[in-house]
């Protein structure tokens, strides 16, 4: 049965209130995220943005138990918690790390793809802004080649690093693209893996604003266009098994590119070459 | 005088709500017009939870709100009109 | 009860499977994996109910250890030197998080250059991270010292470190006795307290400004001068338990009358009693005190321990780069102002020998010392 938004739980788990940007995306996959989870779940955020905007002093905006952890080692917290939570015979509980580009992709690395190798019973999300926005834009594996960012005015000379692939390559139980443009793919992504038995890794794409140098209110639009385009490709792997759940209508490359600040000077070389890779991908044209 | 903390450091749930951080940087807020017909939408994209579904119905809760703008792009009906915040000849906050 | 004959790497296992551990996460290194692997033995012979997270580095094995004490459960790791090091940023973290992690330390010298060999320049890069460190002059203490370690944890809310020495106590068999279960249960009931609790949600570690920070670090500290008084109210309640008495933040042996005094922790102690016996019998007034606990530094202990002595001599198996001995300095402040000759010796780094012929020449050599040219000076090159 499809998912209705009527049928989602009303209550709000995570966002009223948060003390970061207004028109971040991140909180909006955080949003979107809870209405699949419930109460009935743990969550480590290391150091990033949706760390901090999780609370300070003796506020925060979550509903459940929070925890802002290290840097590097959100997964390796949770797998503890799954231990501690399996030794104390509580077992109806989601245990969820949930970690910036570099918080997974990079210092994060180790920690996650140690428990990913053993198939720890959790799931890691990754919330993609591509860039580390919470030390002001720095650029990271998850940049993408040619975007300019706070310490690489000229662009990004090398390619995104590929991390479904890799965590593709763990043969865990569930991986998933999602994006918060699609929230009903977003949602059931989720369900499935809180459902599973081991390890689930979600990577979400959630537009920063202020990174990609785009006016807030279009954040969505932003996540939609990478979508629509087919750069940004929904699928998930379901215990091997590839689906894609949203077909591409192929927009124009440059219509997603061009109009982001970090894009500005992409040459009309480099689009060509960036739209030839979608084609390639999905097996259009040439 | 030492503050009498908690011995982790900890807050408890929820504490941001009624205290939220962000509502003073808004410039502009969101208006739901007569012609919403109830997708939805606006609920799961809205950053901040300022929009929600209750009792059938949609409510805005302005003290939520940052004005980011997200819901009135989105909303296919255009049933959100965004309007500054200062209003009047001498340009007052609301 | 039962008495065995058991590496001080066992005598750990034994204390984290009498402590009844529910959660061990651990990463391998020399030479404190002979613990990790006696204890992941006794969780595969169904002889202790634990939870075990195969992490995949020393940083992220007291992360698990962390977060699983965050969700209330009794956890424990291993590891020294290198590993050690790797995990600092997180041994810092659980302190401020005020969880009750104990971790034992096979002491272990610091690379470059590489070595395996036992040193405690690895425990005392730990000084300021706000864990209590116990040191253990023989097996028997490993076990005993474990079992309080828990204790002491769970009453001041401040991770713990039991430290004993790579291969001189690690790998090197000693009698000891293993206490009986039920008598362990009752010293040791499980306190749980959950953090991270989907019936009482709260967030942990939300950022801290100015105005909180402080008052944070200001109780840390409170607890650790708590554990002052606790440490040796935990040891006195397991000498009536258990009839051995480590005699909480130091020890002293032959103190009464004693003229010269040596200061030392770890593995020194044991050979130090036989040397303070042979010079007693040589009628040298001489005497020992141990530094069992060496955070929270127990500085008035040590005043009193050494207010009537006129000589103290400190071996220090570390080096502080540029200021000297560890033991040595804080002993040293500890009792300024206070009319003593104080000699403080650098000894025994990357596992050379201190055995009981070289304390004898350390402590002669600081007899002739009318004052050191500096804070401490090399023993041994
Ligand atoms: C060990 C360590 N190194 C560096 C930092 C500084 N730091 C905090 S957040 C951050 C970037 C986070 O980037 P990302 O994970 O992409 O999340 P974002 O802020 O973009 O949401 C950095 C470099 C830190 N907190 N800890
Ligand atoms: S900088 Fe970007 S990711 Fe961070 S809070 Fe602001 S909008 Fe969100
Ligand atoms: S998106 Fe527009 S039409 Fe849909 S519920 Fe919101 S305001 Fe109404
Ligand atoms: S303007 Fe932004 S914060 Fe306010 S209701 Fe709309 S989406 Fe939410
Ligand atoms: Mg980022």
Redesign the interface.
Known sequence: MALSIADLPKEELFGQGHAGCGGCGAAVAGRQAMKALGSRTIITIPASCMATMGGSNLKTTWQIPFYHTLFEIAPAVSSGIRAALDAQGIEDVNVVSWAGDAGTADIGFQALTGAAERNEHMMHVCYDNEMYMNTGGQTGSQTPMFAKTSNMSKGKMIKKKNMLAIMEAHEIDYVASASIAYPLDLIAKFKKAAEKPGFSYIHILAPCHRGWQIPAEKTIEFARLAVESGLFELYEVDEGKRTRTVEPIFIPVQDYLLPQGRFKNLTQEAIQGIQAGVNRHYGRGE | M??N??????????????????IT??IQYPEILENCNM???C????????I???EGKLVL?LS?C?????C???CKENAIQMIPEYSGVQGVFR | MSTTLLTGSEAAAYGAKLARIEVLAYYPITPAFPAMERISKFIDDGDLNTRFVRVESDHSALAAALGASLAGSRTFTVTNSQGLLYMTEVVYHTAGLRQPVVMAVANRALSAPHSRFPEQGDAISQGASGWIHLFCENNQEVLDNMLQAFKIAETVRLPVMVNYEGYIQSHTLEEVEIPNQEKIDQFLPLTRVRTLDVENPQAVNTVASPEFYMDYKFRQNEAMEQALTVIGSVSREYAQEFGRDWSGLIDTYQMEDAEHAFVAMGSMISDARIVVDELRSQGQKVGLVKVRAWRPFPAEALRQALKKVQLITIGDKNIVYGLGGALGTEVRSALYGQDVRINSYILGLGGRDVTTVEIKKVLELSEKTEKQATASEWFGL
């Open positions: 030492v503050k903390l908690p011995v982790v450091p900890t807050a408890k749930a929820g504490s941001l709500v009624d205290t939220p951080t962000g940087w808004r997708c939805l939408d609920t799961l994209f809205c950053p901040d939870g300022a929600v579904q209750q809760n939520l940052k004005g980011c703008g997200i009135a792009n989105e």
